[in-house]
Every structure is written in C-alpha cells, then in structure tokens.
C-alpha cells in the first residue's frame, strides 16, 4: 500500500506541472458559461420600473439589448441606494452596475466606466413658492442628497471654497424621492440631474432648478477594476455600436424628448383635469381601449390633446367632441352624435387602432403608435411623404425620431413640392404627438398602474431583490 501511495503521489507531482499550464477562462467567457448577465440596477423613472405593459427603463433597454447581444438571460439585481448599487458590483454578484451612475473622478479610482450614453448637469432644485437661490452662497435653508452620490461627491469639493456649505446625506431615499419630499415642502433643497428632473417635473409641476452645480457629466456603466478586460472590452464595443447605428439616439429620444418643452401652467391645468373631468370618462376610455387593444391611457391622453376632455369642443374647421372626430371620420365609422361621449371615445379608439393596423407591421413600439398618432393629427398621406422624404435624406422612416425632423419641411415649398400630398402643418403634427406622449407620461404615473401580482417575467429576464 505505501509503494501504490508513493507511485500516485509521483504521478501527481509529474501531471501538476501541466494542470498548472491549462488556460483558466477569462471573464467574457465565465458569463458566457454560466448563461445570464447579471446587472444591478434602482427603481426610478431614468433607470428600470415596471410598468403597465412590463419592465421598462433606460438602464433596462441598454442591458436587454446587451444580453440579447450575448445571448444571455438578463438577470436584474435591483436596490435602493447607491451604496447598494456598488457593494452588489463590489461583491461580484452583479457584473455590471447600470444605475444612472456619473463618471466621477473618486469612482473612476476604483471602477472601469463604459463609453458614456448620456450626458447630465447637477441642478439645485427648490419650490417655485420660495425665493430662488442665485448661488451657492444664497442657500437659505438646509439642502438633502442621496448618500455617496455624485451630487454629494461634487458639495465636498465645493465646501473646500465654500466651508459654510451645509448638506444632509440620506441613505436610504432616492433622487426622485427627494425630489417627492421637496415637493410636499418637508425638506428645503436638493440636487437632481437633468434626466431625473426632465422626467419628474412634470409630475411635481410647482419644482424649478435654481442654477446649476459645477460642469456636465457623463453617465455610463460601471465594472469592476480588473485586469482581465475582456468582459470590459464587449461592453465598450456594445456602446460603439449603439453610438453608430443610432440606437441609442433611440432610446434617448424614446425616455426623454417628449419632457423637453416643459410647461408649467399646462401641466397645471392637466393634473386639475385628471382630477375633475377625468373620472366622468375613465369607464369609458378603459372600456374602448381594451375592446381595441389600446392602452387606456394612451386613448385617454389623445382624447385631452384633443379637447382637453370637454364633450361639447368645436373647432373652427367643425371637428367635433371629445375626440374630435370629423364628420367624415364618423360617418364612416358609424357614430352618429359625436358630441357623445361615448359614441365619440368609441369611434376615436376604433380610428386610432384603425391607424397603428395601417403603419407597416415592421415597425416596433413605441415608433409604430407614435407615427399611428401624427397621422391621426395630419393623414396617412402627409405622414408617408414625410416618411419618404426620410427615406430620401438618408435616415431611418421608421424611426419616431428621424420622422419628426421630418415632418416640418411639408411646410416648406422646396419640400412639399417633391411629395405626392403637398403642404401640411408637419410642425403641428409634430408638436400633437409629443404633446400626448407628455399626457400619456403623467397619466401613468398619476394612475400608478402596475402589473398583476401573479405576472410572469418573460423567460429572458429574471428580477433579484437582494436582501443585504
């Protein structure tokens, strides 16, 4: 027995050598084995949330289009907090933290930042009933961020020319909470990017940004600081090619375009309405729009465009009703009192299900309803000459984003003289659909609809909470 002890051990030592010389897999090829991609990520509006129809987001769309590249499941880690963001990356249960982070210069000692997808600016945000701050030296009250945050990152640097500089950090609560609790007045200031306060204003239509804080910055994704790049290396080409073929101009205007032109007093007016008028008619749109396959809201938010949801609206050019419905338009389908509610909210959900049917079925949401809606505004035909005249000029027709620049030059001679409709008002059109996707933004979350409890994710995605 111990000469067979001795021969194995002799045989081990001889093979260890060539165990040793084996190649180990590198980190690309780890992620690829193991057959999912795992993210970490927040719940907020700029980020990832569930929605009516399903998960949604920036950060969402950017890692499913990278694990669908892969071919990997997406597994999303989701937290509160910054600090949870980056103790899930530190840790190595995410792979990658895509939570709106800023490239700042103390995070980029201890991560590796993707090319950037965005560019953002730091904003003091205070109520619009308290004097406005001119600058940092004129902060009469006490200002709150999220903890370890970039926003606190940049005061620490301010305080070094400013020492009287006072702030409050918060560890539990995120930028769009903070900006809930200024909004009810239970704190003084705080500091909001230009994403998150695009797409929040609207909801918190009393909130103003004072002045802005120091340079941009830049969001990307964040990954740990290894040696091994190969992983690193497929993220940052991902970024490429996205910067390239226009995907991420996309998704861009797709999340934040609609938020651009922001009116105060309009927004106003609407959250008044959706308390006022909105429940006479909410039976009525919920009812239409499933009947047609439409999201209520949506239905609704054309309905407000179009008459501020007033039953009895004439225009000068004799539309009419809560829809606004031509006579032609509601002859042929079928309604016979347009200044009904219901009839009118049941012949403008069959016409604009009619529209998105007759946009060609290549196109993908949202694109295919936003199109659906400036032809509802301007005709089919106005609508395809802007698409050729997209066509023509080398960009994508069927593409929201490339359309809309677009539709303005049926204004123009030059233009419309080339299309086979002639003259149309395309900068009304224009205008007409990012006004309802502004509606349609703050009826979802006024209405703050959510999926069923017992909803399946779709089998590529599979949603973490951690409990840390």
């Given at each position: 027995?111990?000469?067979?002890?001795?021969?194995?051990?002799?045989?081990?030592?001889?093979?260890?050598?060539?165990?040793?010389?084996?190649?180990?897999?590198?980190?690309?090829?780890?992620?690829?084995?193991?057959?999912?991609?795992?993210?970490?990520?927040?719940?907020?509006?700029?980020?990832?949330?569930?929605?009516?129809?399903?998960?949604?987001?920036?950060?969402?769309?950017?890692?499913?289009?990278?694990?669908?590249?892969?071919?990997?499941?997406?597994?999303?880690?989701?937290?509160?907090?910054?600090?949870?963001?980056?103790?899930?990356?530190?840790?190595?249960?995410?792979?990658?933290?895509?939570?709106?982070?800023?490239?700042?210069?103390?995070?980029?000692?201890?991560?590796?930042?993707?090319?950037?997808?965005?560019?953002?600016?730091?904003?003091?945000?205070?109520?619009?009933?308290?004097?406005?701050?001119?600058?940092?030296?004129?902060?009469?009250?006490?200002?709150?961020?999220?903890?370890?945050?970039?926003?606190?990152?940049?005061?620490?640097?301010?305080?070094?020319?400013?020492?009287?500089?006072?702030?409050?950090?918060?560890?539990?609560?995120?930028?769009?909470?903070?900006?809930?609790?200024?909004?009810?007045?239970?704190?003084?200031?705080?500091?909001?990017?230009?994403?998150?306060?695009?797409?929040?204003?609207?909801?918190?239509?009393?909130?103003?940004?004072?002045?802005?804080?120091?340079?941009?910055?830049?969001?990307?994704?964040?990954?740990?600081?290894?040696?091994?790049?190969?992983?690193?290396?497929?993220?940052?080409?991902?970024?490429?090619?996205?910067?390239?073929?226009?995907?991420?101009?996309?998704?861009?205007?797709r999340y934040y375009s609609h938020v651009d032109d922001f009116d105060?007093?309009?927004?106003?007016?609407?959250?008044?309405?959706?308390?006022?008028?909105?429940?006479?008619?909410?039976?009525?749109?919920?009812?239409?729009?499933?009947?047609?396959?439409?999201?209520?809201?949506?239905?609704?938010?054309?309905?407000?465009?179009?008459?501020?949801?007033?039953?009895?609206?004439?225009?000068?050019?004799?539309?009419?009703?809560?829809?606004?419905?031509?006579?032609?338009?509601?002859?042929?389908?079928?309604?016979?009192?347009?200044?009904?509610?219901?009839?009118?909210?049941?012949?403008?959900?069959?016409?604009?299900?009619?529209?998105?049917?007759?946009?060609?079925?290549?196109?993908?949401?949202?694109?295919?309803?936003?199109?659906?809606?400036?032809?509802?505004?301007?005709?089919?035909?106005?609508?395809?000459?802007?698409?050729?005249?997209?066509?023509?000029?080398?960009?994508?027709?069927?593409?929201?984003?490339?359309?809309?620049?677009?539709?303005?030059?049926?204004?123009?001679?030059?233009?419309?003289?080339?299309?086979?409709?002639?003259?149309?008002?395309?900068?009304?059109?224009?205008?007409?659909?990012?006004?309802?996707?502004?509606?349609?933004?703050?009826?979802?979350?006024?209405?703050?609809?959510?999926?069923?409890?017992?909803?399946?994710?779709?089998?590529?995605?599979?949603?973490?909470?951690?409990?840390?």
């Amino acid at each position: 027995m111990a000469y067979i002890a001795r021969l194995l051990l002799l045989i081990c030592t001889l093979l260890l050598p060539l165990r040793t010389e084996l190649p180990q897999p590198n980190q690309l090829e780890q992620i690829i084995t193991r057959g999912e991609l795992r993210v970490v990520t927040r719940n907020a509006a700029t980020t990832y949330f569930l929605g009516a129809n399903g998960a949604s987001g920036m950060e969402y769309e950017l890692a499913k289009g990278f694990a669908d590249q892969l071919g990997l499941t997406l597994r999303l880690i989701t937290v509160n907090t910054i600090n949870e963001v980056l103790q899930q990356l530190d840790e190595g249960a995410a792979d990658i933290a895509a939570a709106g982070l800023t490239m700042t210069a103390e995070r980029q000692q201890h991560y590796r930042f993707t090319p950037p997808y965005q560019q953002v600016s730091q904003h003091l945000i205070y109520r619009s009933d308290r004097r406005r701050p001119a600058s940092i030296n004129d902060i009469p009250g006490d200002v709150e961020v999220i903890a370890s945050s970039s926003h606190s990152e940049r005061l620490r640097q301010i305080q070094q020319q400013h020492q009287h500089l006072r702030w409050f950090e918060n560890s539990e609560l995120g930028s769009e909470q903070l900006l809930a609790l200024l909004w009810e007045g239970l704190i003084d200031y705080t500091i909001a990017d230009t994403n998150t306060l695009q797409l929040n204003q609207p909801l918190y239509p009393e909130l103003r940004s004072a002045f802005t804080i120091g340079e941009p910055e830049s969001l990307a994704w964040a990954l740990q600081m290894r040696s091994d790049t190969s992983f690193y290396d497929v993220a940052c080409d991902y970024f490429n090619i996205l910067q390239r073929d226009g995907r991420l101009a996309t998704l861009l205007e797709r999340y934040y375009s609609h938020v651009d032109d922001f009116d105060y007093i309009e927004v106003r007016t609407f959250r008044r309405h959706i308390a006022t008028r909105l429940p006479n008619y909410r039976t009525l749109f919920e009812q239409q729009a499933a009947a047609n396959d439409l999201d209520w809201r949506l239905l609704a938010a054309v309905a407000y465009q179009e008459s501020h949801w007033d039953p009895k609206a004439v225009s000068p050019t004799g539309v009419r009703g809560i829809m606004m419905l031509t006579r032609a338009t509601a002859k042929q389908l079928g309604i016979s009192r347009r200044e009904d509610p219901a009839q009118s909210i049941e012949g403008g959900a069959r016409y604009l299900r009619q529209l998105i049917n007759t946009i060609p079925k290549r196109i993908s949401e949202p694109d295919r309803s936003w199109l659906a809606l400036a032809s509802y505004n301007i005709g089919f035909g106005h609508l395809e000459d802007a698409r050729i005249l997209t066509q023509r000029q080398g960009a994508t027709p069927d593409r929201w984003l490339e359309v809309k620049q677009r539709l303005p030059l049926l204004q123009q001679p030059k233009w419309y003289q080339q299309t086979k409709h002639g003259y149309a008002r395309g900068n009304e059109a224009k205008r007409y659909v990012e006004n309802i996707r502004s509606y349609y933004h703050i009826l979802k979350w006024v209405m703050e609809q959510r999926p069923a409890p017992d909803e399946e994710p779709p089998a590529s995605l599979q949603i973490v909470t951690p409990v840390l």
